[in-house]
């Protein structure tokens, strides 16, 4: 495995089908998995691992994102990574950077209206990775879905000859959603939290029972988390991400709520078969995921 | 010489180091020196063809800009361009195409003030061609000298490995900087429009004579131009665009003035060398330029 700090090795190291995964680090089952993905499909897989500055809406939220890069590394060579492209901040945003990428619309609701600026910033980024590397594909988590829609516009639109690849959501053997802040959740908001997994699970049992009303699938998760603090729970639509009141195309029910410390994030993808709506619940390991540890 | 309508057709037939003329079509002797300029640089020439909506900020200019694609054509053919790129709206702007790339700071001043909402247009469509054709080498013209610094710091933030050619203004043999738009001049207002020139030779020649207050210089410009519209005479560093007081780094002396119904820009670049200013008048044509005809 390479270790680049610079796009331009980055792109001359590049050669064939041409894969990009891109991290903020702190590696769990749920980033192994996307690599994994397109591990046999390409050439070249590259990770990046960059903590983008300009997606952090909340103070000490930057700070507080966990970062362990040896251990990141040693993971990325576990799943035969090419490329491990660890930019300095200048790299990314060299001095005098203003430019910024918006996706207006698909960045409205959810995590848009709770984060503001939180999609400039993604969008923003990943247009410099795409500029910069040049990918033929790149991956990016359905656990995410709301930043996988903003990403799909911004490729379409821009035209950036990239296929975007969409991974399941991973989940703990108990429900809970992969994420690197958990390792901020204590034993006890640990529990607290499958209270959203379990309203999920719950709605997509609905669903498949025939439930189309948006209200009522909302209402589910709601219920079940309402001990915690729940900043939206929404169906949208999962190409607009703009909320629809009848589960009538593809959709995703997203949930977003605070946890002690910890804001977590967690859907079901609604995918349409034959004209029937599936609920996505992800993958779900049998073992517990191996999450770093803190300092 | 090739016609394309798509991104894939364009990059598929480019092969080499690939140059870019973005353009908006009604070639002038201005267009075809940015061409002939990377001719012999690159091994595909592609010139794109588009004019961008979202661009203009004014009603009837989107509709009044003028068009002659079989003219435009047959020119390309002359000076050995490879692919002539010419999409329809459609396939710069996919349906519910929404992204927008922005530079604000260099953005801000001048060009920027009278016409909201331009560079804005000018940076997405620009961001699309270099995505959709990833070229090498791209040409803009001193011309649009703020257009010229709004794409450089849009490809140096977004890392597009791009390489952006600045190439002179070029100006009939009487001074008149040429542009597309001035077909719409009444043989009155072209012989009022010299006032711009004139100003800004004078304003060179103070330079050469050691000037180095922007007001001054601006005086000069102002004066010179007194009997037209004038929006705006700034001296401003050519690389932040922000307006100086002093001329005592790489700078533009820019001027934006209405001529009967025609809308004008038209500057000097001030380059240092040796750590003296020298002003680029740009190049002056021996002959009267072949200017295409309204239909």
Redesign the interface.
Same mark, same amino acid.
């Not at 975007?164 to 204590?186: F, K, Q, W």
């Not at 499958?194 to 998760?221: K, M, P, Y």
């Not at 988390?225 to 995703?252: F, G, H, N």
């Given at each position: 495995m390479e270790l680049t700090t610079t796009?331009?090795e980055t792109?001359d190291l590049s050669v064939g089908r041409v894969a990009l995964v891109p991290t903020m680090g702190f590696f769990h089952e749920g980033h192994l998995s996307l690599m994994r993905l397109v591990r046999d499909r390409c050439d070249t897989l590259i990770v990046s691992n960059f903590v983008n500055p300009t997606q952090f809406d909340r103070e000490n939220d930057l700070e507080e994102y966990p970062r362990d890069l040896d251990r990141d590394r040693a993971m990325a060579v576990e799943v035969d990574v090419d490329i491990f492209f660890e930019p300095e901040l200048g790299e990314?945003?060299?001095e005098? &950077?203003?430019?910024?990428?918006?996706?207006?619309?698909?960045s409205h609701w959810m995590e848009g209206r709770h984060r503001p600026g939180h999609f400039a910033g993604v &969008?923003t980024v990943v247009?410099?990775l795409? &500029?910069?590397i040049?990918p033929d594909d790149a991956v990016f988590g359905r656990k995410d879905a709301q930043q996988l829609a903003v990403i799909e &516009?911004?490729v379409?639109?821009?035209?950036?000859?990239v296929e975007i690849v969409a991974a399941p959501l991973v989940r703990e053997s108990d429900g809970l959603a992969l994420s690197s802040r958990n390792v901020h959740l204590s034993p006890a908001d640990r529990e607290s939290s499958l209270a959203i997994s379990r309203g999920l699970f719950q709605a997509a049992e609905q669903i498949d029972a025939g439930e189309v009303r948006g209200e009522r699938l909302e209402a589910t998760v709601a219920r079940s988390s309402r001990r915690l603090t729940t900043e939206y729970v929404t169906l949208a639509s999962l190409e607009?991400m703009v909320p629809i009141a009848t589960l009538d195309q593809p959709a995703v029910l997203a949930v977003a709520a605070q946890v002690g410390s910890v804001r977590l994030i967690d859907n079901i993808v609604v995918d349409f078969e034959g004209g029937r709506p599936v609920p996505d619940r992800g993958l779900i390991l049998d073992e517990p995921s191996r999450l770093g540890t803190l300092p």
């Amino acid at each position: 495995m390479e270790l680049t700090t610079t796009f331009s090795e980055t792109r001359d190291l590049s050669v064939g089908r041409v894969a990009l995964v891109p991290t903020m680090g702190f590696f769990h089952e749920g980033h192994l998995s996307l690599m994994r993905l397109v591990r046999d499909r390409c050439d070249t897989l590259i990770v990046s691992n960059f903590v983008n500055p300009t997606q952090f809406d909340r103070e000490n939220d930057l700070e507080e994102y966990p970062r362990d890069l040896d251990r990141d590394r040693a993971m990325a060579v576990e799943v035969d990574v090419d490329i491990f492209f660890e930019p300095e901040l200048g790299e990314v945003y060299p001095e005098g &950077a203003s430019t910024i990428v918006d996706v207006p619309g698909v960045s409205h609701w959810m995590e848009g209206r709770h984060r503001p600026g939180h999609f400039a910033g993604v &969008a923003t980024v990943v247009a410099k990775l795409f &500029a910069g590397i040049q990918p033929d594909d790149a991956v990016f988590g359905r656990k995410d879905a709301q930043q996988l829609a903003v990403i799909e &516009a911004m490729v379409r639109d821009l035209r950036f000859p990239v296929e975007i690849v969409a991974a399941p959501l991973v989940r703990e053997s108990d429900g809970l959603a992969l994420s690197s802040r958990n390792v901020h959740l204590s034993p006890a908001d640990r529990e607290s939290s499958l209270a959203i997994s379990r309203g999920l699970f719950q709605a997509a049992e609905q669903i498949d029972a025939g439930e189309v009303r948006g209200e009522r699938l909302e209402a589910t998760v709601a219920r079940s988390s309402r001990r915690l603090t729940t900043e939206y729970v929404t169906l949208a639509s999962l190409e607009t991400m703009v909320p629809i009141a009848t589960l009538d195309q593809p959709a995703v029910l997203a949930v977003a709520a605070q946890v002690g410390s910890v804001r977590l994030i967690d859907n079901i993808v609604v995918d349409f078969e034959g004209g029937r709506p599936v609920p996505d619940r992800g993958l779900i390991l049998d073992e517990p995921s191996r999450l770093g540890t803190l300092p």
